[in-house]
């Protein structure tokens, strides 16, 4: 499947407060079934329990939204009983306002207004970064940038996940937006977002321009789901 470089999602651009908040709450319903958000979790998990974790690490969610993907990490750092900081890093300030129900439950949450590809961050100033669904959004030109500036503000790695770009994914993913999303928006950016999402050699060629070392980029077709994972 020929990526799609054309075509922009809603999402990439203004709408009403109410239409994003509700097509945003079907991608985070649709993680949360389809496991989405477990990956990302687990591997940001998984980063965090090396040995040079801080006591307090600082995460970023780069492209966070509305914080559903903050929430659920500050949710598991609880059950486990450790001490995390969690940055919600994006560059639409609508998204942001409507992240402030997970600030306002999850007081180690931080809203912070910044473009993907220019982290307000020192270097190494964090501990991992991660960005969900994000890189799709985002030219070839800008990928780049913004890999490399994650890879820069993080001590430890980042996890970067996103749709696998097959026919199987796409037809999935019609389906699953068509059954159970409950906004025209996510019915129409859903399929669109696989189309424009990067494959593995393409992905793999984006961080090897970015700098990034040992690269493990892994598939999960049945989930159309990609995970690329630095460390």
Request: with cysteine.
């Amino acid at each position: 499947m020929r990526r799609e470089e054309e075509a922009r999602e809603h999402l990439d651009g203004p709408v009403p407060r109410a239409d994003r908040d509700a097509s945003l709450a079907d991608i985070d319903r649709l993680n949360t079934w389809f496991g989405g958000h477990a990956l990302t979790i687990g591997a940001v998990r998984r980063l965090l329990r090396t040995a040079s974790a801080r006591p307090c690490p600082v995460v970023v969610d780069v492209g966070g939204g509305r914080g559903d993907l903050a929430g659920r990490l500050a949710r598991d750092a609880r059950r486990s009983a450790q001490r995390i900081r969690i940055v919600i890093l994006d560059r639409d300030l609508e998204g942001l306002v409507l992240a402030a129900a997970a600030c306002d439950t999850y007081p180690e949450i931080v809203r912070v207004c910044a473009d993907a590809s220019a982290l307000p961050f020192r270097e190494e100033g964090v501990d991992v970064a991660v960005s969900s669904l994000v890189l799709h959004h985002l030219s070839p030109e800008a990928a780049v940038a913004s890999l490399e500036a994650m890879r820069a503000a993080s001590r430890i790695g980042v996890v970067v996940s996103d749709l696998l770009r097959t026919r199987l994914s796409w037809v999935l993913v019609v389906l699953a937006t068509w059954l159970f999303a409950r906004h025209a928006i996510s019915r129409h950016d859903g399929p669109l977002s696989v189309r424009r999402a990067y494959a593995p050699d393409e992905l793999r060629v984006l961080c090897e321009k970015a700098g990034w070392g040992h690269v493990v980029i892994r598939r999960f077709p049945i989930l159309s789901r990609i995970l690329v994972v630095t460390g």
